[in-house]
């Protein structure tokens, strides 16, 4: 059996903590563990971008064809990252996609028409941006939206 004084036990114990801390935070944020729902990626085909207006064609974009539905749209000519909610018949909500906390993407959370973050810091975002719970301090970008027939236009 090996001696090991209360002092050593405490530190090595610390040490212990430490790593399984940093595990669990990973590199670029919060691990993510849960998944509130599967918001898909935008279709590629049904979005342009002329350097400062997005163009969002919902005829050749079938997840936001219906109240509750929800895409993401990464493209890197565009200057943030978005996540858009079909929140009502006519009523759609743009927000940055990242979580202000630790950059994790966020879902749409259609039930309570929220953004939540699937991480352990469980950040949620009302649809004005405003933080609402968890860890993230900072509300979420949103931006203005223009529906016209079949064609949803963001000034980014
Ligand atoms: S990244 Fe930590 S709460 Fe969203």
Redesign the pocket.
């Known amino acids: 059996m090996v001696d090991i004084d209360r002092r050593d036990f405490i530190k090595k114990g610390a040490a212990g903590v430490a790593v399984t801390s940093a595990c669990l935070c990973g590199v670029n944020?919060?691990a993510t563990y849960t998944g509130i729902s599967n918001t898909p990626a935008a279709n590629p085909d049904s979005i342009t971008f002329d350097g400062s207006v997005l163009t969002v064609n919902l005829s050749s974009e079938p997840a936001l064809r219906q109240v509750g539905g929800a895409v993401k749209v990464r493209n890197s000519d565009l200057p943030d990252e978005l996540i858009i909610a079909r929140v009502e018949e006519n009523r759609f909500v743009i927000a940055s996609l990242l979580?202000t906390?630790?950059?994790?993407e966020l879902e749409y959370d259609r039930e309570n028409t929220r953004f939540k973050?699937p991480?352990?810091?469980?950040?949620v975002f009302a649809l004005d941006g405003a933080n609402v719970s968890?860890?993230?301090r900072k509300p979420l970008r949103t931006y203005e939206a223009v529906l016209e027939s079949n064609s949803l236009t963001i000034r980014v």
């Open positions: 944020g919060c979580c906390h630790r950059g994790v973050c991480s352990l810091g469980s950040s968890g860890m993230a």
